[in-house]
């Protein structure tokens, strides 16, 4: 194997590793069979926020230091 794929592997090792860090692997188990899906559904739904959030904060920022892209649209 080249140099590059030995980095690759090591790598994308340690990203997966990394990711792996955020899924949770406890075997959860609930009395009721709705209790799984309301805690799946409210940790996706709070996933989401956060992530609309931040995104919508960087569109924000980027159209209030980068003058030249809310000239470029003037309806935004």
Request: charged share 15%; glycine share 6%.
């Given at each position: ?18 990711f792996?860090?955020?899924v ?36 924000m ?16």
């Open positions: 194997m080249t140099d590059f794929g030995l980095c690759y592997n090591n790598f994308m090792g340690k990203l997966y590793n990394f792996k860090e955020f949770c692997e406890e075997h959860k188990k609930f009395k009721v069979k709705v209790g799984n899906v309301l805690a799946s559904s409210l940790s996706g739904f709070i996933a989401g926020a956060v992530f609309a959030t931040i995104f919508w904060l960087m569109v920022l980027f159209l209030k230091y980068f003058p030249f892209i809310s000239q470029s649209y003037p309806n935004l």
